[in-house]
């Protein structure tokens, strides 16, 4: 619990004595208010909050860790903050731990699978005693790391039969093939890609699996060319598009691209090339980010409810707090969702046909 001392300025800081005396309670009742107020009357708890507020006190974490015997930290991976994806899975994932008074401690990668496994020591020296992680490529040995320490873990966003991780996600491959199987049924058979980078990213790696076995499926491969990889932005997509349009060889007819962010870089691109979408040219996203449905044309792409991933997530890691053995969790689905982006082939266009190795 909180401790007396000075403040800055010299002053008395309050202590939990002085809030069980101005409350008639004794200190363990004040600290059964913030660390188990289901022990405590609503009212008795009320007035014990108020007494706090008008004094300026909190109970100090270290002292109700020790007491519990536990820190009621958790920890969360990300690669990236400018993602919405991501933020909206961890927000969905601190709404539901918080409510079971688990704080939520943020760790970014950027990226950098060494950044990575420095940002899990440093959670599991701060003693998080569960962990979310984005994505399975990670440094060899991290997840038997975090194993070694007893705490549990849950992989987000991948998912893929087989896996010794615990994954609550999607399958990122049969993602790509749904795409490509939509984008083939048009009748499309020359295409681009244009997607984020790949290493250390095992999510990009199985969608790019999927779209080139749905290609060889029909014989078709993605000319060199047409592939580019790069930072997942507009400006990336706009620069990638005009590379692809100023190939040799014939045209793509269609561009598959990481995310929305690359998909409608592409787009606007298409636009200042004079290229009519999806006339001339169709054109898919991923994430269904809230722009995606403004873009003129409204794009096609695909959606994952993020949330959800962050709510079941949350849900395993308390299962396992608790005392219990929670089942594997099963895959989410993912949704095609259908715009104006993406249209038929353009019949002078569909005998350009690449056969053979992909690239």
């Avoid at 969360?76 to 400018?82: F, G």
């Avoid at 060494?114 to 040995?141: F, K, W």
């Avoid at 005392?323 to 266009?349: F, M, N």
Wanted: proline share 7%.
């Amino acid at each position: 619990m909180g401790r007396g001392g000075k403040d800055s300025n010299g002053r008395s800081q309050p202590r939990a004595l002085d809030i069980a005396a101005l409350v008639g309670v004794s200190t363990a009742t004040v600290s059964r208010a913030f660390n188990a107020p289901e022990k405590v009357a609503p009212e008795i708890r009320e007035k014990v909050l108020q007494a706090a507020a008008e004094l300026g006190w909190m109970p100090h974490p270290a002292g109700a860790a020790l007491a519990s015997r536990r820190t009621w930290l958790a920890g969360v991976l990300i690669p990236t903050l400018d993602n919405d994806v991501f933020a909206s899975q961890v927000g969905a994932l601190q709404t539901r731990l918080s409510a079971d008074g688990v704080t939520v401690l943020i760790g970014c990668s950027n990226y950098d699978a060494d950044q990575a496994v420095n940002q899990v020591r440093t959670m599991l020296a701060r003693g998080v005693e569960a962990l979310a992680i984005v994505g399975e490529s990670h440094r060899p040995g991290m997840f038997e790391t975090i194993a070694a320490r007893g705490v549990p873990f849950v992989v987000t966003y991948s998912y893929r039969p087989g896996s010794p991780h615990p994954c609550i996600g999607f399958d990122n491959a049969a993602a790509f093939r749904r795409i490509a199987r939509h984008l083939l049924d048009l009748g499309h058979r020359d295409f681009a890609l244009i997607h984020q980078p790949s290493i250390d990213n095992d999510r990009v790696v199985a969608r790019l699996k999927g779209l080139r076995q749905a290609l060889a499926e029909e014989g078709l491969a993605l000319r060199p060319q047409h592939v580019h990889e790069g930072p997942s932005s507009i400006v990336f997509g706009r620069q990638s598009l005009r590379a692809i349009m100023g190939a040799p060889g014939p045209r793509p007819t269609a561009v598959v691209c990481g995310n929305d962010a690359l998909a409608i870089g592409a787009l606007i691109e298409a636009r200042v090339l004079s290229l009519r979408v999806p006339d001339e040219l169709s054109i898919t996203g991923f994430d269904d980010a809230a722009m995606a449905e403004q873009t003129d044309p409204p794009l096609t792409t695909m959606r994952v409810d993020n949330a959800e991933i962050g709510r079941q997530a949350a849900d395993y890691l308390l299962a396992c707090l608790s005392g219990k053995i929670p089942a594997r969790p099963a895959p989410l689905e993912s949704h095609l969702i259908l715009r104006a982006s993406t249209g038929p082939a353009p019949t002078l266009l569909i005998g350009s046909v690449v056969r053979g190795n992909a690239s």
